[in-house]
């Protein structure tokens, strides 16, 4: 721990978010290693420290003998407030050393409201905001994460992009690195050599120019950049790391237990959903490699939870003989099991017998539309009357807490639909009190939550606009007004935030300013209701020139060139087209082990799909 900062920690909420030297945290010495990776998570310790990318590529990175990779974190306004005072800079908590002296300063982005946070942390840490600003003996700042499929808004402020997932092409990058670093350091030269690196994107190797009418004219590459940049996968993803164990936090985090990702990708094609499509393709993990998993990170950790990640852990196929292997031994020594992404279709009976003999919660389940009509349009594929034997299984079981995820705002959505949000949580309120085998003397609790939809890059609305967040606020207010039962608890997300994450998500470099604008009128921690505040950032927007509508209230047409269009995530945009045009229809498209659509992401694997392998 910095001595510095000793004699502050009592003036600031958790103080061991700032203090590091955790069981399972790396300390090396700085004098034997080559190359120091200071591993950014813009939000704070507790929602870092629970991200499961961190914990793989912290454990990859340092298992490197010449490596050492360091974890950081935003911190919260009164210790940063301390740290302005009293001219400490953002340090690694390994080391205590400031972000200035890495050679590399990763940032996973996984929000788009934490795209100000970037900023701040780098103010913080002593690096220069602006790439082109930089010197050779600046760190180089790469960001990598879901936001990254659409980089440009991040464009002015970030040396390397790397797009897909990280476990291969981080070492590739250290490799060059190091080269270039033993032949005297030259930040442009490494710079268009790294762009030869698949999975890697130079933003400052590309120009873009604009029409008139505020649309992108044309992306062009300089310097051999290549014109189209291929995300990165792994392609062998049961032999693929994964740490032996975890970094344990001081203080109690969000997911604060072992994490082991049975699969990759997802088969569904849900036209809504940006991970579905981006995280293609479907890969697994084999039950014994599994277990393994859990049973090293349960030993090394001491965990007595462990979560099976994936974003359909239904779709696992092999789901019954894993959960036989470690029901074997978590049974006997009282470890809870849980399976956060089941789909409404997926919940068996064989399925309850199992999550009945471990430790359980509520269960959640995402029909995302009130109406079978919008469910079509967004392909979810998911029917009531599969919801309400679902939930008819579960009541049989014991279960008594439902938790129903909606959107408001999907493309087509009328009030009717908005009603029909309502009219489902009831009928799984109904379902629970005219089952002749249920609980006596229990009663049920349903609780619907209703996000406001973000049309995403590599999706099939991405060329949709965002409801207003007037029109948004109506909606809210209807659909609260259908509740007519106490034991339907209804919830959404706020529209102001929703709407600025749909400008980011679409939007391209002019953004920068718009970034640069809010970074001085201190915006940071947009994600969080305490700081977020709307109106300084339309005082920023203003400022810049630019409008916020014209990213997140606008259709596209299908033959505009978007921010995005230079970035290949195997999914084809003729592929998206044609799913946009069917959800206009309301008509659905199988899952991939029903029949293959062409999605166009064989182009990544040399031919197989491996959701029909």
């Not at 996984?110 to 970037?118: K, P, T, W």
């Not at 051999?224 to 970094?247: C, L, M």
């Not at 659905?588 to 166009?600: L, Y």
């Amino acid at each position: 721990m910095r001595k510095d900062i000793e004699q502050y920690l009592l003036q600031v909420q958790k103080p061991a978010r700032y203090i590091g030297g955790e069981q399972g945290s790396v300390v090396k010495d700085k004098e034997s290693v080559n190359i120091r990776f200071a591993f950014c998570f813009p939000d704070v310790y507790e929602i870092g420290m629970s991200h499961l990318g961190m914990k793989i590529l912290y454990s990859l990175y340092n298992d490197q003998p010449d490596v050492w990779c360091e974890r950081v974190f935003a911190p919260w306004d009164d210790m940063e407030k301390v740290m302005r005072d009293n001219n400490i800079p953002l340090y690694g908590l390994e080391s205590g050393d400031a972000l200035s002296q890495f050679d590399f300063v990763g940032f996973t982005m996984q929000y788009e409201l934490s795209y100000s946070n970037v900023l701040n942390m780098l103010e913080l840490g002593g690096i220069p905001l602006l790439a082109a600003d930089r010197t050779n003996d600046d760190p180089l700042v790469i960001c990598g994460g879901p936001c990254v499929c659409n980089p440009e808004p991040l464009a002015d402020f970030v040396d390397i992009f790397s797009p897909g997932e990280g476990e291969e092409v981080g070492l590739e990058l250290f490799e060059l690195y190091r080269r270039h670093k033993a032949q005297g350091f030259d930040r442009r030269a490494f710079l268009r050599e790294a762009a030869q690196i698949e999975g890697i994107y130079i933003p400052s190797l590309y120009d873009v120019s604009y029409n008139t009418d505020g649309t992108i004219a044309a992306v062009t590459p300089r310097d051999g950049a290549p014109a189209k940049v291929r995300k990165r996968i792994v392609d062998n993803f049961d032999k693929s790391y994964y740490p032996e164990t975890f970094v344990m936090p001081h203080i109690e985090i969000v997911h604060d237990r072992a994490v082991a990702e049975i699969l990759r990708g997802c088969i569904r094609g849900c036209r809504f959903c940006q991970a579905g499509f981006i995280y293609r393709p479907l890969r697994e993990r084999e039950p014994e490699t599994i277990n393994k998993m859990c049973l090293s990170l349960c030993r090394s950790t001491g965990y007595d939870d462990i979560s099976l990640s994936s974003l359909s852990s239904s779709d696992y196929t092999q789901l019954s003989p894993l959960l036989d292997k470690l029901l074997a031994w978590t049974e006997e020594k009282k470890i809870g099991l849980s399976l956060p992404s089941l789909r409404v279709d997926g919940f068996s009976d064989e399925l309850t017998e199992k999550l009945q003999r471990v430790r359980r919660g509520g269960l959640t389940f995402a029909p995302e539309a009130g109406t079978q009509r919008l469910r079509d349009v967004i392909n979810k594929n998911v029917r009531e009357e599969q919801l309400m034997s679902t939930c008819l299984t579960a009541f049989n079981g014991g279960w008594t807490s439902v938790k129903l995820y909606f959107m408001l705002g999907l493309p087509t959505e009328t009030m009717e639909d908005v009603a029909g949000i309502v009219d489902l949580a009831q009928a799984v309120v109904n379902c629970f009190y005219t089952n002749p085998d249920r609980q006596k003397g229990k009663g049920v609790s349903v609780t619907a939550s209703a996000s406001t939809f973000v049309p995403k890059p590599f999706t099939p609305f991405q060329w949709e606009p965002q409801d207003s967040i007037e029109t948004i606020h109506e909606k809210q207010k209807y659909m609260l007004s259908c509740v007519k039962s106490k034991k339907i608890t209804l919830n959404w997300h706020d529209a102001d935030t929703s709407f600025l994450e749909a400008v980011f998500a679409r939007g391209d470099r002019r953004l920068g300013a718009v970034l640069l604008e809010a970074h001085k009128l201190g915006c940071r921690f947009d994600g969080w209701s305490d700081f977020f505040r709307l109106d300084t950032w339309l005082e920023a927007f203003t400022k810049a020139g630019v409008s916020p509508n014209f990213y997140a209230n606008r259709r596209r047409e299908y033959d505009e060139i978007l921010p995005w269009d230079h970035m290949d995530y195997g999914v084809t945009k003729e592929f998206l087209i044609a799913e946009h045009k069917k959800a206009m229809e309301a008509q659905t498209t199988p899952h991939c082990r029903e029949k293959c659509s062409g999605c166009g992401v064989t182009a990544l694997t040399g031919g197989k799909c491996h959701a029909r392998s």
